[in-house]
């Protein structure tokens, strides 16, 4: 076995770093965004007919660049071209549909293939050129031939010029006609037709802004009533809106926040319970928030606390100085549900990432590196030693590389695969089929 | 994102830490932690990192505003806490109390400490920065006959300052060092690529120094909302011994407001809203900043008489 360990002062091309990570509705496809504004789609390879046993693989699909970086002239202020948030709109027709988007524009991408070209025009020939009309003689059909398969990506909207802050959230709408985008102060609903304009309907920007002590941190639309979304804040609290209320969803239908604890405030508590990710379950009953330190399921009938509550690591809480001068703390974890709801996953830091099973209350913690990822082989589970006293293949907490974060995981929406992007590599784990 | 010059290690002495969510035995009551210097000095370091990751410096990308609420909502706590136990007041009477001229004695005497702690470090003694509480009063530092712009201390007290600040850091008056745990890793202190580069870069300068001016004009534009209590009667020179090593015109938030004269005005979110929206960008104000210590030079330069 390799065994040298990673150089943690390894040197990435930044533009490489993967900003987002979302598998489409049947997971057959799996897109990624990265900071330098790319995406590229991975495709699900049917199994081979000689190894049954194995899953198909993913291979890379489609390639393009979705955002460029952009000058704002007025603020003298460079917008950056990282991809914040991939969705994919559920498939309509052969071609695939996805929305991307950076700190300020949302753009709607469609991936089709392309397999079969026309040959025999009549007004040009093989080589595209015209042909001049007076040689033409006869005329003939143009016959449609097999050609090496081309998946081309084009943009068909871009919506901009509606967020004033910076783009963290989009989520397309159970109607499949709408979606809505979400920056720090405010949210937009748009339809998927119109570019030129949208729909506010949260704003929490104060008249005075020396007034602002908190910021929206993320968006969802519920996955099957499509009057209904929530979004999460700065001070660890969820509000729930329906559409149907009011225009403006300034008030909320339902307002999710756990008392904090008395006995461990600290000047960071606010920080570390800033919620970077909501996710409803598919279910629809449930919603599941992010914070530093925990993972939260919340029963959407009960607003005053979450029903369950997992550590991801706990023994981060004394480290909290360190890591708010570090910036460490202010890292945004994403957080994911397997298909059945039965599971859910999210990163830490040294390339750890946490799987809770809410049925079994176990966990597990496993690592996304090339060492312990051989090809085919099984991922052994990970642990951090907390007391002084450090079992052999525990790693302790002094000697946790914190430059390498998983921030993004997803989980098939059906079967056990998972993608877990580690800063600028990607893996993607499976199940055993037996 | 933090300053070089800044980087602290520091020695785990058992202290309770500032960060430690997860206390042992019962937290320290108010007045028990009034007491405690090193809880004290954790905070004010903590006050200070804050402050200087709110510098609004960024060259080309937009702050993350998410972060820049956090951090002013964690200085906000620390300063309603120090103004709960007093230690707020206590500065700002240190302050109104150096200003008096029959004090001057006893202001001088703590601030030339710090001068002669300067001198030693090879710097020649630099007029001490005290600043007036209120509006629009500025005066001179102590030792110095006339009224000259409160900018002028301001840029002058840049060589002296770090050695105070660090001189808090390392062994504060009690000898206690603040009690976070070493940095491990260079792994961890690494600056990420993200855009939340915020070394002052318009500054030009390495120095300590200048990032600590650049803290005390980024209090000032991002606690524009922080008021400083009017002082009480005259203090407990007591009091003021204990704060001696303490800068205080950096921590003078409403002081520092006042004391750049030429940088507008503005709350804290309408520094951030402008880089969001419209009008002035971090660029024009730490370009004025700049301009304002060329002409404090000058003017030093005159009174000096070099």
């Known amino acids: ?434 | 994102m933090f300053p070089k010059g800044t980087k602290r290690k520091f020695s785990d002495s058992g202290e309770e830490a500032v960060s430690s969510g997860d206390q042992g035995p019962a937290s320290p009551s108010v007045a028990a932690r009034t007491l405690s210097s090193s809880y004290s000095l954790q905070r004010q370091s903590l006050l200070d990192m804050s402050l200087i990751k709110l510098q609004l410096c960024h060259m080309l990308v937009e702050p993350n505003l998410c972060r820049s609420v956090l951090i002013a909502n964690t200085v906000r706590q620390i300063q309603e806490e120090m103004t709960q136990d007093g230690t707020w007041q206590i500065m700002t009477q240190a302050l109104a109390a150096a200003q008096c001229p029959t004090d001057r004695l006893v202001a001088t005497e703590v601030l030339c400490r710090q001068t002669d702690a300067a001198a030693q470090a090879g710097q020649s003694p630099k007029p001490y920065s005290v600043v007036g509480v209120e509006e629009g009063y500025h005066s001179e530092e102590v030792v110095m006959e006339g009224d000259v712009e409160t900018d002028v201390t301001m840029s002058t007290l840049s060589p002296v300052s770090p050695q105070l600040s660090s001189a808090s850091y390392l062994a504060g008056p009690f000898g206690m060092g603040p009690c976070w745990e070493e940095e491990e890793e260079d792994g961890e202190c690494e600056e990420e690529e993200e855009e939340d580069s915020e070394e002052c870069v318009s500054e030009g300068e390495e120095g300590d120094g200048d990032h600590l001016s650049a803290d005390s004009r980024t209090g000032e534009q991002v606690f524009g909302t922080f008021e400083i209590k009017h002082p009480a009667p005259p203090p407990d020179p007591a009091l003021e011994e204990l704060f001696s090593d303490v800068d205080p015109s950096y921590y003078d938030l409403d002081t520092v407001l006042t004391g750049m004269q030429s940088a507008p005005k503005m709350g804290p979110y309408d520094l951030l809203d402008s880089l969001s929206s419209h009008g002035p960008t971090a660029l024009s104000s730490s370009s004025s900043c700049r301009s304002d210590l060329n002409e404090l030079d000058h003017i030093m330069e005159i009174i000096v008489g070099s």
């Not at chain 1, 991939?86 to 293939?113: G, V």
């Not at chain 1, 390339?351 to 049925?359: A, T």
């Open chain 1, 1 to 434: 076995s390799n065994s040298v360990r990673s150089d943690s002062h390894q040197f990435v091309f930044s533009a490489d770093i993967i900003s987002t990570v979302e598998f489409n509705y049947s997971g057959e496809l799996l897109a990624t965004g990265d900071k330098g504004g790319r995406v590229v789609i991975f495709q699900h390879e049917q199994e081979s007919k000689n190894r049954p046993h194995l899953r198909g693989e993913y291979n890379v699909y489609s390639t393009f660049q979705s955002h460029e970086p952009e000058f704002d002239y007025l603020k003298s202020l460079e917008i950056e071209e990282k991809i914040n948030k991939i969705r994919w709109l559920p498939q309509q027709n052969a071609a695939h549909f996805l929305l991307s988007t950076n700190d300020k524009t949302i753009k709607l991408w469609k991936i089709s293939e392309r397999d079969k070209r026309a040959e025999g025009y009549n007004l040009k020939d093989e080589d595209g050129r015209l042909r001049d009309p007076f040689r033409i003689t006869s005329l003939r059909v143009p016959v449609l031939m097999p050609m090496d398969l081309m998946v081309e990506a084009s943009p068909r909207r871009i919506f901009a010029n509606a967020h004033t802050y910076h783009i963290n959230s989009i989520s397309v709408n159970s109607d499949h006609e709408t979606y809505l985008s979400a920056d720090d102060l405010r949210i937009n609903l748009w339809h998927l037709e119109i570019t030129d304009r949208s729909f506010n309907i949260v704003d929490i920007k104060p008249a005075n802004m020396e007034e602002l002590t908190e910021v929206i941190t993320a968006a969802e639309c519920h996955p099957h009533q499509c009057n209904v979304f929530v979004y999460s804040s700065s001070k660890g609290t969820i509000r729930l809106c329906d559409m149907r209320a009011a225009a403006l969803c300034d008030r909320h239908s339902k307002f999710f926040e756990e008392p904090e604890d008395p006995s461990s405030r600290s000047f960071f508590s606010e920080i570390i319970s800033s919620i970077s990710d909501v996710k409803f379950s598919h279910s629809g009953r449930y919603m599941m928030t992010r914070d530093y330190l925990s993972v939260k399921v919340w029963d959407l009938n009960m607003e005053n606390r979450p029903v369950e509550t997992y550590q991801v690591h706990e023994y981060l809480r004394s480290k909290l100085c360190s890591l708010y001068e570090n910036d460490c703390i202010f890292d945004k974890f994403e957080c994911c549900w397997n298909g059945s709801d039965s599971a859910i996953m999210t990163g830490s830091y040294n390339n750890f990432f946490r799987m809770f099973d809410r049925n079994t209350r176990r966990d597990i913690t496993l690592e996304a590196s090339r060492e312990s990822s051989k090809p085919r082989a099984t991922l052994k589970p990970r642990k951090v030693s907390t007391g002084g006293k450090r079992k052999k293949d525990e790693i302790s907490v002094d000697s946790l590389d914190f430059n390498k974060k998983i921030l993004h995981t997803a989980w098939h929406p059906k079967d056990n695969v998972i993608a877990v992007a580690a800063t600028n590599n990607l893996y993607i784990f499976q199940d055993k089929i037996n």
